[in-house]
C-alpha cells in the first residue's frame, strides 16, 4: 500500500536512524564521507534537500559547529528529531516540498541532499537541480548522495510499478508518495548538466549508492 512520504517517514520515526545505518551498505561511511566534502569555512551556509534527522549533519557539526543550516522535510517529526537532537546549532527548518519551498538566490556556499532525492523522475529532478543551483554563491557546489538504478531496464521498471500502484489504489497525481525510482547514475549526471552545473563528478561508490559533487 503506498503511503504519503511525510507520512510514511514519520510513522517510522522511532526505528528510522538505525535502519538507515544498518539497511544501506557501508552507510555510517557514506554519511561520514558526504559531511567531509562540506564547507568547512565557520558559519557556512548550507542548504539541505530531505534533511530528514540529520545523519549527514552530525559528522559535519563535528568540524563545522557554527554552519548555518537551511534544511527541508515534508515530514514534521523528522523536523523536530533533528532539532531535539542539536539545540544548540543553527538550524533554520522549513516543512514542506523542496520543489515548493523557495530558494533564497545565490545564498549557500554549498547544498546536499542524501538518499532522499531516488524517488523523482529526471524530468522533476531538472528544474529542481536549476533552482539549487541558483541559490548556490559563485563558487558553491551541491553534493548529492543517492542510491541509484543499474540498469535503464530497472529504472523503467521501478517507474512503470509506481504509475500501475498509483493507478490501482487511486492515488492522487499530486501528492507524493513514498516508493523507491531511482534513476541510472548516467542518468542523475544529465540531470545535473541539463540543470546548467558546469563541473560534475562522482567522488565514490558504495554498491548501488554514489556520491556526486556537482559545482556551479
Known sequence: ???????FFDSRL????????????SARE?????????????GARLLDLGCGTGLELAPYFESN?????????????MLAELKRKFPNRALTLIQGSYFEVPFEREAFDAAVSV????????AEKVPLYAR???ALKPGGYFILTDYFSETDEEEAFRRSELVRLK??????????????????LAHELEALREAGFADVQVLNRWAATGCIRAAK
Request: without cysteine; negative net charge.
Open 115 to 122: 538518499e532522499s532525492l531516488h524517488h523523482f523522475t529526471k
Open 14 to 25: 522511532a526505528m528510522y536512524d538505525e535502519h538507515q545505518l544498518t539497511a544501506i551498505e
Open 1 to 7: 500500500m503506498l503511503e504519503k512520504m511525510g507520512e
Open 30 to 42: 557514506l554519511y561520514r564521507f558526504t559531511a567531509e566534502r562540506l564547507p568547512g569555512r565557520p
Open 132 to 134: 539549487v543551483r541558483g
Open 65 to 77: 559547529p557554527t554552519a548555518r543550516i537551511v534544511g527541508i522535510d515534508l515530514a514534521p517529526g
Open 167 to 184: 493507478r490501482e489504489q487511486g492515488a492522487a497525481d499530486d501528492e507524493f508518495y513514498h516508493y523507491d525510482t531511482p534513476l541510472t
